[in-house]
Every structure is written in C-alpha cells, then in structure tokens.
C-alpha cells in the first residue's frame, strides 16, 4: 500500500514566522514531489514540484527533499495570513498516477 | 490561457438520478484525471486517462461509476444511480505528462449533492 502521510494540525502560527509543514511517504521508488494549496471550497493549487535531493527554493516558499529519509517538507517564511489554507502533499512513483495525502491546516494569526 | 473547466458547478439531485459531471481539459495536455475529495477521506483518484485511453480505473468505487473521454479536449463523469453517499467535491485535473506522472492543474470542481 503506498501511503502519503501528513500531520492534519492545525498548525497555527504567528504572522512573520516559519511554517513548517511536512510529509513522509512510504515507496522509496517515489520520483517526483509535489506541494499544493487548497484554500476552502476552491481547488487544489500547485505551489511547488520538487525532483532530487535537497532545497528548492520559490519565494517566500522552500521545499526540502530527503530520499534516505523518505520525507519532504515545505517552510513559509514571512508567514501571511493570505497563507491560511490546509496544504497537500503529493508523490508520484513512474508509471502511477499521483498519490496524495490527506494535507495539512495551517493558520496564520495577524 | 483557459484552465481546466468543469461543469456543473453544483449539482443536487435526488437519490436514484443520473448525474453526468463534464471536464475540459487544458488544451495540448496529454492526461486527464478525476478525483473525488470527502472531509472523511480526502483526495481520491478515481480514473486517469491518457492520450484519451483510461490508464487506471482502480478508484472507481462501483459499476454505478463510469467515465469517458471521447477526444483529447473533453471527459465525462457519469453516477447512475446517484446515492447520498456520492456527495462529495469531483476534480478533473489534467497534466502534460504521460503515465501519471508530473505536475497537474485542477480544475474549479463540482460540488455534487445527493438527496
């Protein structure tokens, strides 16, 4: 069974800070990583998509990939209350279609 | 560009009807996929095509559910007969990756209500 596990929080931070959120996945044949955004009652949204090992780095977004460990995580810097939103990860092993988990709230407080 | 559209936005329907939930891809995309998105289980994959052929209908929950895509720019999701249980967020997504893979843009979604 491939699993994409995620902390459902809420994970409440102050404006201005580092969010962290973060994602485990079971299959170490897992190729591509993938962070999207769903605000409440719209649709998932790409954020990021990350392939090798290490930092990738967006904006104020930075996703961090560790293969040997088998997890990824996604850090908001300057954390905005517009980033309020519960947040998927997703991961892809060749020749599947994506597999997501169930996400992460986070909330930011002004 | 246009996005991925999705029709209805909101349907209600009674237990027992038919509901057909329509999905334009974005054009020169290669994949297309549906999902359905509870509060209980979130994000599911129900069917995938690719180049207009169904890859994997493994999520399809039951025969109730069927899906087509009859040329590259247009799917339908079919529920005949529709239950409570169906209610649920369907997306379509779609992806210029072959196999599944890579990044996919979603689509509004189609809040279904079944009663």
């Known amino acids: 069974q491939k699993e994409v596990e995620q902390n459902s929080g809420p994970l409440s931070v102050p404006e201005g800070a580092i969010a962290s959120l973060n994602c485990t996945y079971s299959?170490?044949?897992?190729?591509?990583f993938f962070w999207y955004r769903q605000y409440s009652g719209k649709s998932p949204e790409l954020i990021m998509f990350?392939?090798?090992?290490g930092d990738k780095e967006d904006g104020r977004f930075t996703a961090q990939l560790n293969k040997a460990s088998q997890y990824v995580s996604l850090l908001i810097r300057d954390s905005q209350p517009s980033d309020s939103a519960t947040y998927l990860c997703?991961?892809?092993?060749?020749?599947?279609?994506?597999?997501f988990g169930k996400g992460t709230t986070l909330s930011v407080s002004s | 560009d246009a996005g991925v559209i999705q029709s209805p936005r909101h349907e209600v329907t009674e237990m027992g009807q038919e509901v057909t939930l329509r999905c334009k891809p974005i054009?020169?995309?290669?994949?297309l996929f549906w999902y359905r998105q509870t509060m209980m289980r979130g994000l599911e994959l129900l069917i995938y095509?690719?180049?207009?052929?169904?890859?994997?209908d493994s999520g399809m929950p039951e025969d109730r559910f069927s899906a087509k895509m009859p040329n590259a720019s247009f799917s339908t999701l079919k529920i005949q007969p529709s239950e409570p249980r169906d209610s649920a967020v369907y997306f379509c997504?779609?992806?210029?990756?072959?196999?599944?893979?890579?990044?996919?843009?979603f689509g509004p979604g189609t809040r279904l209500t079944v009663t």
């Open positions: 997504a779609s992806s210029r990756h072959r196999q599944g893979g890579g990044e996919q843009y």
């Open positions: 054009s020169g995309h290669n994949s």
């Open positions: 997703a991961v892809n092993i060749k020749g599947t279609a994506l597999i």
């Open positions: 095509f690719n180049n207009n052929v169904p890859i994997d």
């Open positions: 299959d170490r044949g897992s190729q591509s």
């Open positions: 990350i392939y090798s090992n």
